[in-house]
């Protein structure tokens, strides 16, 4: 058996992201203390145990890799960066029921226990993010203008939202809008125009609750990765694109143009204090920048942000930004991303 045994850096993420890829070979030319665990892996490739004691109050937590066995007592920064559930195929729906709910309860623990001095960002607290009304709450109180919103499942209530802004309204999910149908095929519920047809049928609603919001018009749209105190933004001209132009992640990269762009300051404390209030290391925020020049707040998020260069042609270094802030934590040295950069803006 081949031992590595204590490294300083931990992803968790999934075989197929090419972002964790890029990021983790920048990594290892840095530093080469990384381990990259994918916990779909769980009961095949990937092996894991924690070791419990009363005598010395320790855990000991270790996982084992085709054979490479990680000792993780010792880690200085862990990035968690989409990892998935294992599918275990072979198992029956009650066997695969419980399997599954043994690891994710293993999984959970054991972010609990290992104790990095750098997160990317902790699980526990990406849960709590993951609530719009409560990035939609933050983003008031540091003084974003965020548009008029109703979650709901009652039709009436739909059907006077509706009118009260004269059918500019636009619908999306109310949780992360992923579905996935039998053959494992993935889909996203992206931002949709709410028709007169669909306000008729309002009472499909009583199933699940929809988010609600009043159009707002757009010049363009900023996607702005926050890291550490750096904050990088993307100008997204999606309002030259029918494709995109309601929502950008409708992707249409020939058609509409990515730029880095440096915001006022104002609005990138505002961005660095979300990200803060969040309790994250690394944060994506959506702001729609109006005809009038204002900046209105429409979604925050902590790992789900891409920066590989076939999704984004602007010019920034999110990903090498983000793998030294990793390395340097590793070595403990003070983080060169809080200094100055020409196309971003930095304290």
């Not at 931990?10 to 890829?21: A, F, G």
Request: aromatic share 8%; with cysteine.
């Amino acid at each position: 058996m081949k031992v590595q045994s204590k490294p300083q850096i931990l992803i968790v993420s999934n075989p197929d992201d090419e972002t964790t890829r890029v990021v983790a070979e920048k990594i290892r030319k840095l530093s080469g203390l990384v381990a990259v665990v994918h916990p779909e892996d769980s009961g095949d490739r990937l092996l894991a145990a924690m070791k419990m004691s009363s005598g010395c109050m320790a855990f000991r937590e270790y996982i084992r890799i085709d054979g490479t066995e990680f000792d993780l007592s010792s880690l200085h920064s862990v990035w968690y960066r989409r990892p998935r559930t294992p599918a275990f195929p072979a198992l029956n729906p009650e066997e695969r029921g419980f399997a599954i709910e043994e690891w994710s309860s293993f999984w959970r623990s054991l972010y609990g226990v290992i104790e990095p001095k750098f997160w990317v960002s902790d699980p526990r607290r990406l849960q709590d993010a993951a609530r719009k009304s409560v990035q939609a709450a933050i983003a008031v109180k540091v003084g974003f203008r965020i548009p008029n919103t109703l979650v709901t499942n009652d039709p009436a209530k739909a059907i006077a939202f509706y009118e009260e802004f004269e059918g500019r309204v636009v619908a999306k999910s109310t949780g992360t809008g992923w579905m996935e149908a039998e053959g494992g095929q993935v889909t996203c519920f992206l931002t949709n125009r709410v028709s007169a047809d669909d306000i008729r049928d309002a009472s499909a609603l009583k199933v699940c609750p929809v988010t609600l919001q009043e159009e707002i018009a757009k010049e363009h749209e900023v996607r702005v990765n926050v890291v550490g105190h750096r904050v990088l933004a993307v100008k997204i001209e999606s309002q030259r694109s029918p494709i995109s132009e309601l929502d950008w992640r409708r992707y249409d990269i020939a058609s509409t143009p990515y730029s880095a762009v440096v915001l006022p300051e104002e609005v990138a404390d505002r961005c660095r204090e979300i990200t803060f209030r969040l309790g994250l290391n690394f944060g994506a925020i959506d702001l729609i920048r109006t005809p009038d020049g204002e900046y209105v707040s429409w979604r925050s998020m902590g790992m789900v942000s891409s920066f590989g260069p076939n999704r984004c042609r602007a010019s920034i270094s999110v990903g090498p930004l983000l793998s030294f802030s990793l390395a340097c934590m590793s070595l403990c040295v003070r983080v060169a991303f809080f200094g100055k950069g020409s196309e971003s803006n930095a304290k």
